[in-house]
Nanobody
Framework: QVQLVESGGGLVQAGGSLRLSCAAS????????MGWYRQAPGKQRELVAT???????NYADSVKGRFTISRDNAKNTVYLQMNSLKPEDTAVYYC????????WGQGTQVTVSS
């Protein structure tokens, strides 16, 4: 069974940085597409970034130039480096794995104060 465990969320002031981590188990991680989504209160869950097994990345327009997704296949972990954070980045951030199916982590809260 695939398990995804996110960490690294917290409270930060606008302009600050955070790095989220998502550790995966129960899957052949190096073959999987991984991604980060977020959901703000009262809004739908939205895609933030994805990274393929070959390292190709894709970003939402709202985070381009500020966020960087990366992966360490030796550690079965995907990261989201978030810089120049804005209050509108406040949300619960979820890790997603596409392997034999689609799996979600439990989410980690990111709060950006103005």
């Amino acid at each position: 069974q695939v398990q995804l465990v996110e960490s690294g969320g917290g409270l930060v002031q606008a302009g600050g940085s955070l790095r989220l981590s998502c550790a995966a188990s129960g899957t052949i991680f190096r073959l999987n597409v991984m991604g980060w989504y977020r959901q703000a209160p009262g809004k739908q869950r939205e895609l933030v970034a994805t990274i393929t097994s070959g390292g190709t990345t894709n970003y939402a327009d709202s985070v381009k130039g500020r966020f960087t997704i990366s992966r360490d296949n030796a550690k079965n972990t995907v990261y989201l480096q978030m810089n120049s954070l804005k209050p509108e980045d406040t949300a619960v951030y979820y890790c997603k794995n596409w392997g034999m199916g689609a799996y979600w982590g439990q989410g980690t809260q990111v709060t950006v104060s103005s």
